[in-house]
C-alpha cells in the first residue's frame, strides 16, 4: 500500500485547511485511514481516524469539533478538513493506515502498518 499525503501549507490563525491522502495498492474491508502529527521536538500524535468500512470516525481530544475525517471510497482518499487553525497546530502531517483498527479506538500508532510522506502545516499568529 502507497500513500500520497497532499494539500498542506501555511495559513493564519483561524484559517481553514484540507488535506488529502490517497491510497494505492490493496485495501482491506477492516482497514483503517488516519492522521498523525509531529511538530519540532515532539512526538508523533494521533490526529484522526476512519475505518474504511461503515466509516466510523475516531478523533484526539483536542482536535475534535475543529477537525474532520472523510473518506471518498471509489477514491480510496481520505481528507482531513482543518478549520479554527491555531499555531499549536504547527506541525508535520503524516498519513497513516492500518489492516486492523484497535477496538477500544485508542493507541492507533501501534496498529498502523503503512505511512505516507509527510506534509507541512504551519499556522501563523
Known amino acids: 500500500v502507497q500513500l500520497q499525503a497532499s494539500g498542506g501549507g501555511l495559513v493564519q490563525a483561524g484559517g481553514s485547511l484540507r488535506l488529502s491522502c490517497a491510497a494505492s495498492?490493496?485495501?482491506?474491508?477492516?482497514?483503517?485511514m488516519g492522521w498523525f502529527r509531529q511538530a519540532p521536538g515532539k512526538e508523533r500524535e494521533f490526529v484522526a481516524a476512519?475505518?474504511?468500512?461503515?466509516?466510523?470516525?475516531y478523533y484526539a481530544d483536542s482536535m475534535k469539533g475543529r477537525f474532520t475525517i472523510s473518506r471518498d471510497n471509489a477514491k480510496k482518499t481520505v481528507y482531513l478538513q482543518m478549520n479554527s487553525l491555531k499555531p499549536e497546530d504547527t506541525a508535520v502531517y503524516y498519513c497513516?493506515?492500518?489492516?486492523?483498527?484497535?477496538?477500544?479506538?485508542?493507541?492507533?500508532?501501534?496498529?498502523?502498518?503503512?505511512w505516507g510522506q509527510g506534509t507541512q502545516v504551519t499556522v501563523s499568529s
Open positions: 495498492g490493496r485495501t482491506f474491508s477492516s482497514y483503517f
Open positions: 476512519i475505518i474504511w468500512s461503515g466509516g466510523s470516525t
Open positions: 497513516a493506515a492500518g489492516q486492523i483498527s484497535p477496538r477500544d479506538g485508542k493507541n492507533w500508532y501501534r496498529f498502523v502498518d503503512y
